[in-house]
């Protein structure tokens, strides 16, 4: 993966010691000219170089998975 990461906001990962949430933007992720990307990272421990795992969500998709997610949170 190549391009520029900006961090927008990482998050304690509730249900672990050190474990974060990590979201940012990344310009350009599969080389020139590709789309950039918002991507969500989970971390199980502090300190890891990359993320455990990781999802690239393209900007148009975005407001989607939001909505996804707020009624997932309802179902919990």
Request: no cysteine; hydrophobic share 40%.
């Amino acid at each position: 993966m190549s391009g520029t990461v900006t961090q927008i906001d990482e998050i304690t990962l509730s249900g672990t010691k050190d474990g974060k949430i990590s979201i940012t933007t990344i310009a350009e992720p599969y080389g020139p000219a590709s789309e950039s990307v918002a991507s969500i990272g989970i971390s199980l421990q502090a300190g890891a170089k990359e993320p455990d795992w990781k999802v690239h969500i393209p900007k148009a998709n975005i407001d989607a998975v939001i909505a996804a997610l707020q009624e997932a949170k309802k179902s919990l």
